[in-house]
């Protein structure tokens, strides 16, 4: 999960959702936690990523995870979680949103349209969720370009590469079966020839219907 001002160092800054994060996890501390690793490794900055299930008096166990994207304290970011979690994490995250709670009561984390080229420019280094429709796809050297305007140069583009594209379905390892998809990805901006994402794991990409991209206007 992306948690309130997270970014690709690592640091959480304290604000006040941030804070709201903390408490309501060691609010659970004085329960018994059970901690399913999801990682075999840490990365480069000693994480190592986990689900958490506090035990209840009903016995039936609070997912801490789910529990924080209901409320709009945190952001789903799968990686190689098993497909029946990814979906009840989207499916968490989607009741906050649909009440914008939390994280999507602010401007800073909503939705960008991928044609909002200058806005993302800036965020440059910031989780951020961006949508809308693929112009055109390309193949260079085992790595595929989504497109998502007539400049690659300049437009917002997905790139897929080989290591993370050989992981797709067979079809969706085709560029052509993604042009004219409209798609909502999420990770890290980045700046290169335009505002480029690079996703981590096909679950970071999902395919939406053609009317579901809403141009955003992102706050600084």
């Given at each position: 999960m992306a948690t309130p001002a997270q970014h690709e160092g690592g640091d959480i800054i304290e604000d006040g959702l941030a804070r709201m994060v903390k408490?309501?996890?060691?609010?659970?501390?004085?329960?018994?936690l059970q901690v399913y690793p999801m990682d075999q490794i840490p990365d480069r900055y000693g994480r190592i990523r986990a689900h958490l299930v506090a035990n209840t008096a009903d016995g039936k166990g609070l997912w801490i995870n789910a529990m924080l994207l209901q409320q709009g304290l945190a952001r789903a970011f799968p990686l190689n979680d098993i497909q029946m979690l990814t979906d009840a994490l989207y499916a968490a995250e989607a009741t906050a949103r649909a009440q914008n709670m939390g994280v999507w009561a602010s401007a800073r984390n909503a939705l960008y349209a991928a044609d909002d080229e200058a806005v993302m420019a800036q965020k440059a280094g910031e989780f951020a969720i961006v949508a809308g429709p693929i112009r055109s796809a390309t193949k260079?050297?085992?790595?595929?370009?989504l497109n998502f305007g007539d400049d690659w140069r300049t437009d917002f583009t997905i790139r897929l590469l080989w290591p993370i594209r050989r992981t797709f379905p067979k079809e969706q390892r085709d560029p052509s079966w993604w042009a004219h998809k409209t798609v909502e990805v999420r990770g890290v901006l980045e700046d290169f020839n335009g505002p480029l994402m690079t996703p981590l794991a096909p679950a970071q990409i999902r395919i939406l219907p053609a009317s579901s991209a809403q141009k955003s206007d992102p706050a600084p």
């Amino acid at each position: 999960m992306a948690t309130p001002a997270q970014h690709e160092g690592g640091d959480i800054i304290e604000d006040g959702l941030a804070r709201m994060v903390k408490q309501r996890i060691e609010h659970h501390l004085d329960h018994r936690l059970q901690v399913y690793p999801m990682d075999q490794i840490p990365d480069r900055y000693g994480r190592i990523r986990a689900h958490l299930v506090a035990n209840t008096a009903d016995g039936k166990g609070l997912w801490i995870n789910a529990m924080l994207l209901q409320q709009g304290l945190a952001r789903a970011f799968p990686l190689n979680d098993i497909q029946m979690l990814t979906d009840a994490l989207y499916a968490a995250e989607a009741t906050a949103r649909a009440q914008n709670m939390g994280v999507w009561a602010s401007a800073r984390n909503a939705l960008y349209a991928a044609d909002d080229e200058a806005v993302m420019a800036q965020k440059a280094g910031e989780f951020a969720i961006v949508a809308g429709p693929i112009r055109s796809a390309t193949k260079v050297d085992g790595t595929v370009y989504l497109n998502f305007g007539d400049d690659w140069r300049t437009d917002f583009t997905i790139r897929l590469l080989w290591p993370i594209r050989r992981t797709f379905p067979k079809e969706q390892r085709d560029p052509s079966w993604w042009a004219h998809k409209t798609v909502e990805v999420r990770g890290v901006l980045e700046d290169f020839n335009g505002p480029l994402m690079t996703p981590l794991a096909p679950a970071q990409i999902r395919i939406l219907p053609a009317s579901s991209a809403q141009k955003s206007d992102p706050a600084p």
